[in-house]
C-alpha cells in the first residue's frame, strides 16, 4: 500500500471516471444520500490529510 508524502498515512490510489488517479483513505465508508440511496466508498485522502495546504496549488 502507497504512503502519503504529507502525513505518512497510508493510501489508495483509484481512478476518477475521467482518468485521472485521485489518493484516498484506504477503509470504505457507507453513506445514505438525500435521496435514501446506500453508497459506499472512500474518502479522498485530501479531506483528511493534515498537510493537504502543502499539494495544493496556489
Known amino acids: 500500500m502507497a504512503k ?3 502525513c ?3 493510501i489508495v490510489w483509484i481512478r476518477t471516471p475521467n ?3 485521485m489518493p484516498c483513505d484506504p477503509e470504505k465508508k457507507v ?3 438525500d435521496e ?4 459506499s466508498g472512500r474518502v479522498p485522502h ?3 490529510c493534515p498537510a ?3 499539494f495544493r496549488k496556489q
Open 4 to 6: 502519503c508524502k504529507g
Open 8 to 10: 505518512g498515512a497510508e
Open 19 to 21: 482518468g485521472k488517479a
Open 31 to 33: 453513506l445514505v444520500s
Open 36 to 39: 435514501g440511496e446506500i453508497i
Open 46 to 48: 485530501w479531506a483528511t
Open 52 to 54: 493537504a495546504n502543502k
